[in-house]
């Protein structure tokens, strides 16, 4: 069976391209007889992989040499776990605009006093606050936000970094869909399982002078200064996940970098928002303010719940897959990262508005 289009908000579609080079490479790594998954972490092989991923992830997001690239297991959960673990002292200020953002602040809740600058909750997380409303705090540690919104669909456009000396950022469901302000940030995490390989990879980008603020940690494991000290192996890394990451980077750069894959990804979120509002009588966005949609993950409802089951199962039917809501906003989720191709977007808003006209 050919690959079909496949709308899963992650672990996600990644690129044929870079799926191919990663079997190949898992079969035989550069005609040696043993596949990249079956080495040494710290033989040369290896470690020609993590020089060349962490080389070309700064060179894609121009990371200046006040940072650091390191990777870590254990999800994006694990985490925003960690951050309040090592850099909460006082107090931390976290914006919470949907489930993500809100999952973080409650993981900090246990290990100081987070305290929420805005949220979004009372409407469902159908937007972002304002930032004309949200309350900072001049002592917080860090401000934690996430800028993509994975479950409920909404982006911040801007980063907000001149909100916080110290921001800390959830990229995961938009890291390298776009170009983003790294330098300016004092942590930026992605887990992979979205737009950068398999799960079980947390990519993290770490301004240095963070290392001294560190708390005192029972496993240097969760020490971001003992990773780096490290190169991030201070045990076996996720080798085939970190060689995945490379074929990925390898991909953007072929595709022309960020600025290309921006422009691409703009084109494709249109294709669909535009089915949305061109048949508002029958689709609803779920998010309240347009300027805020996600390029990534777009959500939007059917009048009713058996019109939206009808949707998922022809929409399968015709290769368009794992379209279904997310279980508190309901209705259809497509997500569309980088590896989604054009194509994909194409067929999904044509098959909106052929199902509109019948259904509508
Ligand atoms: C924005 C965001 N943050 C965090 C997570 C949690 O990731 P994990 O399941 O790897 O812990 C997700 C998962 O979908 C996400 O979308």
Same mark, same amino acid.
């Given at each position: ?23 190949? &490479? ?49 999800? &994006? ?26 999952? &973080? ?34 002592? =917080? ?29 959830? =990229? ?19 887990? =992979? ?6 799960? #079980? ?39 085939? #996940? ?73 929409? =399968? ?26 194509? #994909? ?16």
């Amino acid at each position: 069976m050919g690959r079909i289009f496949n709308f899963s908000a992650g672990p996600a579609m990644l690129p044929t391209e870079v799926l191919e080079a990663t079997a190949a &490479a898992m079969l035989d790594y550069q005609g040696r007889g043993f596949g990249i998954a079956e080495c040494s972490h710290r033989g040369k092989e290896f470690e020609g992989v993590l020089d060349e991923t962490i080389a070309r992830c700064r060179a894609l997001l121009g990371i200046a040499d006040t940072h650091d690239v390191l990777f870590m297991q254990g999800g &994006a959960t694990q985490m925003f776990t960690l951050i309040p673990m090592n850099f909460q002292h006082k107090s931390a200020d976290y914006l919470v605009s949907g489930e993500w953002s809100k999952k &973080a602040a409650d993981a900090a809740k246990g290990l100081g006093e987070p305290f929420v600058v805005a949220t979004s909750e009372t409407t469902n997380f159908d937007h972002c606050p304002d930032r004309s409303d949200w309350k900072l705090c001049d002592q =917080a540690d860090y401000l934690h936000v996430c800028t993509n919104e994975t479950v409920h669909g909404h982006r911040m456009v801007d980063w907000p970094v001149d909100a916080s000396p110290n921001l800390v950022v959830d =990229a995961s469901s938009e890291f390298m869909s776009r170009p983003h302000p790294v330098n300016q940030c004092a942590m930026v995490y992605a887990g =992979a399982q979205k737009n950068l390989g398999p799960a #079980g990879v947390v990519l993290v980008i770490m301004r240095k002078d963070m290392y001294p603020k560190q708390s005192k940690m029972p496993s240097k494991l969760w020490n971001f200064a003992a990773l780096a000290e490290n190169k991030s192996m201070i045990n076996t890394p996720p080798t085939l #996940g970190i060689y995945t990451l490379l074929e990925t980077f390898r991909w953007i750069e072929k595709q022309g970098g960020l600025r290309t894959i921006e422009t691409r990804n703009t084109a494709k979120a249109k294709l669909i928002y535009d089915a949305i509002d061109g048949h508002s009588g029958f689709y609803s966005a779920f998010v309240s303010r347009p300027e805020q949609r996600s390029h990534m993950n777009v959500n939007f409802r059917l009048p009713d719940e058996a019109k939206t089951e009808a949707f998922i199962k022809q929409a =399968a039917a015709e290769g368009m897959v794992a379209l279904k809501g997310y279980r508190t906003v309901g209705g259809i989720r497509a997500s569309i990262y980088n590896a989604m191709p054009v194509e #994909g977007c194409r067929a999904l808003a044509d098959f909106m508005g052929e199902f509109a006209k019948k259904n509508g």
